[in-house]
Nanobody
Framework: QVQLAESGGGLVQAGDSLRLSCAAS????????MGWFRQAPGKEREFVAT???????SYADSVKGRFTISRDNAKSTVYLQMDSLKPEDTAVYYC???????????????????WGQGTQVTVSS
């Protein structure tokens, strides 16, 4: 059973930075893509960033140039470095993993089987 655990959220001011971490367990981490999604109150869960097993990345337009996704396969951990945060980045952030290694860098939440519990990020203006 794959388990994901996020950490690193918090309350920051606009322009600040945060780094989220997601520790994975339960299978060979390096074979699978990983994704970050977020959900604000009253809104649908939306794609933020994804990274393939060999490090290929993709970002939502709203975070491109400000957020960086990375992974450390030796630690089975994926990171989301968030710089120049804006109030509209306020949301619960989730990491996710697909069931199949064939799902590569997908932006669709329905293609991810395993989800962490989420970590709250609040950006004040």
């Amino acid at each position: 059973q794959v388990q994901l655990a996020e950490s690193g959220g918090g309350l920051v001011q606009a322009g600040d930075s945060l780094r989220l971490s997601c520790a994975a367990s339960g299978r060979a981490f390096e074979k699978y893509s990983m994704g970050w999604f977020r959900q604000a109150p009253g809104k649908e869960r939306e794609f933020v960033a994804t990274i393939t097993g060999n490090g290929g990345t993709s970002y939502a337009d709203s975070v491109k140039g400000r957020f960086t996704i990375s992974r450390d396969n030796a630690k089975s951990t994926v990171y989301l470095q968030m710089d120049s945060l804006k109030p509209e980045d306020t949301a619960v952030y989730y990491c996710a993993a697909p069931q199949s290694w064939a799902v590569r860098a997908s932006r669709r939440p329905d293609q991810y089987t395993y989800w962490g519990q989420g970590t709250q990020v609040t950006v004040s203006s």
